[in-house]
């Protein structure tokens, strides 16, 4: 399933392979920085109970990535990657109307991302571990890499597949899940990417995407 041909594809949270509404019912309004027309007043703020649930859904997600194969983890982020190629038009749509970039650059910063992706996806499984042979104290000594479980990242207004890519590439290549927070004043395309998270096969609760302002980023920070 692609991008609906609707610009404004999606307004909502995506929590555990689900959008969601705000539980609070609380929403914020996208105006156009071209003609200051609104887009939408309809993108859903997430209350601290969204934030509980999408950090309940990826502690739930965790064990299944983490212990996911390495190289089937690297197919399902490179099918991705092929994924955001593919609806490079309409994602560079979605992030001009919000934030003014010319189309012909937002392409660039979908494309640059989708190669991170790929990048990253040819690290899932080679992350190795080390070992020591007995010095004087006589002990083998083992370093063992591991995840380390439910990730976040905030993302800027500006660059936000890029920023997006940088955080979630190398905590989804090492099996840990993520939550990612997209601006308040860019959130339409992230938001967009929750079709395209379920196409690409990953597990319900692995990616979670959540908006809002800086009230939003503190919660997932505490």
């Known amino acids: 399933m692609s991008i609906q041909t609707n610009p404004v594809s999606q307004t909502y949270g995506f929590i555990n392979g689900e959008y969601v509404p705000s539980s609070k019912g609380e929403t914020l309004s996208i105006y ?7 887009v939408t007043d309809k993108v859903q703020i997430a209350s601290e109970a969204d934030i509980d649930r999408a950090v309940d859904a990826a502690k739930a997600a965790f064990p299944k990535w983490r212990d996911m194969a ?3 983890r690297a197919a399902i982020m490179m099918k991705f990657a092929d994924l955001l190629e593919k609806n490079v038009d309409k994602l560079a749509k979605l992030e001009s109307i919000a934030m003014g970039q010319p189309i012909s650059v937002a392409k660039k910063f979908i494309l640059a991302p989708a190669a991170i992706w790929k990048y ?12 020591f042979p007995p010095d004087e104290d006589g002990t083998y000594k083992i370093v063992q890499y591991e995840p380390l479980g439910v990730c976040a990242g905030i993302c800027a207004w500006n660059g936000s597949h890029v920023l997006a890519a940088w955080k979630m590439g190398p905590a989804m290549a090492t099996g840990n899940t993520f939550i990612l927070k997209s601006s308040e004043k860019s959130p339409l395309a992230l938001a967009a990417y929750g079709d395209l998270i379920n196409e690409a096969g990953f597990p ?13 980023g503190a919660m997932l920070a505490r």
Do not use: F, Q
């Open 120 to 131: 990253y996806a040819g690290y899932a499984g080679k992350v190795a571990g080390e070992s």
């Open 204 to 216: 319900k609760g692995v990616i979670n995407i959540v908006t809002g302002a800086g009230p939003v």
């Open 70 to 72: 390495g190289h089937k």
């Open 32 to 38: 156009s920085p071209n003609d200051d027309s609104l």
